[in-house]
């Protein structure tokens, strides 16, 4: 990672999860680990502390997908992902290490509200190996607090993307009110939806709507090539 300012400076610091981790114009992570994963930025004296930049660190070619948000009594759908879609069989679904579900068929999990409050994984055969299970990150799926935030919802409901999928969030407010959307507190956009077009690495982040009469909860979008 480099921290390119208009007028270098003498002296760069890094912070990861705002944890100080080092000097220099430039960052370098050799053979990276999922314990790199995290919130990145730099500051310099000159010009002040960079925008955020997430990086997920992921040891295989699968993604489970869930909603970004799951309130109380919700019903939800889980999606195991993979980036070889065309060559993926097999698909088994995981809850609390324990298979639950498998499918040739169908990458998705229906989830009833009373199956919620746990941690889930899945994992796919890919072609040529179909011995060979490739596994997702573990999900802990859990509530979310709803404290008189503005609501907002994500067509597809997933809360993790491969490269080149679309995301559209709507903030659900009144008809004359502005709406104003945030990447790591930076403004990225305005007005009541905000559409995300063959997303890349770089939207990755923690997003927020913000209104005249209120703000929606922050939430983590990630994306995987």
Same mark, same amino acid.
């Given at each position: 990672?480099?921290?390119?300012?208009?007028?270098?400076?003498?002296?760069?610091?890094?912070?990861?999860?705002?944890?100080?981790?080092?000097?220099?114009?430039?960052?370098?992570?050799?053979?990276?680990?999922?314990?790199?994963?995290?919130? #990145?930025?730099?500051? !310099?004296?000159? /010009?002040? @502390?960079?925008?955020?930049? *997430?990086?997920? +660190?992921?040891?295989? &070619?699968?993604?489970?997908?869930?909603?970004?948000?799951?309130?109380?009594?919700?019903?939800?759908?889980?999606?195991?992902?993979?980036?070889?879609?065309?060559?993926?069989?097999?698909?088994?679904?995981?809850?609390?290490?324990?298979?639950?579900?498998?499918?040739?068929?169908?990458?998705?999990?229906?989830?009833?509200?009373?199956?919620?409050?746990?941690?889930?994984?899945?994992?796919?055969?890919?072609?040529?190996?179909?011995?060979?299970?490739? #596994?997702?990150?573990? !999900?802990?799926? /859990?509530? @979310?607090?709803?404290?008189? *935030?503005?609501? +907002?919802?994500?067509? &597809?409901?997933?809360?993790?993307?491969?490269?080149?999928?679309?995301?559209?969030?709507?903030?659900?407010?009144?008809?004359?009110?502005?709406?104003?959307?945030?990447?790591?507190?930076?403004?990225?956009?305005?007005?009541?939806?905000?559409?995300?077009?063959?997303?890349?690495?770089?939207?990755?982040?923690?997003?927020?709507?913000?209104?005249?009469?209120?703000?929606?909860?922050?939430?983590?979008?990630?994306?995987?090539?």
């Amino acid at each position: 990672m480099t921290c390119n300012v208009e007028t270098p400076a003498s002296f760069y610091y890094w912070y990861h999860n705002n944890n100080w981790i080092s000097t220099g114009k430039n960052y370098v992570i050799v053979f990276a680990g999922s314990g790199d994963s995290g919130d #990145y930025k730099c500051w !310099t004296r000159t /010009s002040g @502390t960079s925008e955020i930049v *997430t990086l997920s +660190v992921i040891s295989g &070619p699968v993604i489970l997908q869930a909603p970004l948000y799951v309130y109380e009594g919700d019903n939800i759908s889980l999606r195991c992902s993979s980036a070889f879609r065309s060559q993926a069989t097999q698909t088994i679904f995981y809850r609390n290490n324990q298979t639950i579900s498998k499918s040739t068929t169908n990458d998705t999990l229906e989830l009833k509200y009373t199956d919620l409050k746990a941690t889930y994984s899945c994992s796919k055969q890919v072609l040529p190996t179909i011995s060979t299970h490739n #596994y997702s990150a573990e !999900t802990t799926i /859990s509530y @979310t607090e709803n404290a008189g *935030t503005i609501p +907002v919802t994500f067509t &597809p409901d997933w809360n993790k993307l491969l490269t080149g999928d679309n995301i559209t969030m709507t903030c659900h407010g009144g008809n004359y009110w502005t709406y104003h959307w945030f990447q790591n507190d930076m403004f990225v956009a305005e007005g009541q939806t905000y559409t995300i077009t063959s997303a890349q690495v770089g939207h990755s982040g923690i997003y927020q709507c913000r209104t005249s009469h209120g703000d929606s909860l922050q939430f983590r979008l990630e994306v995987s090539n």
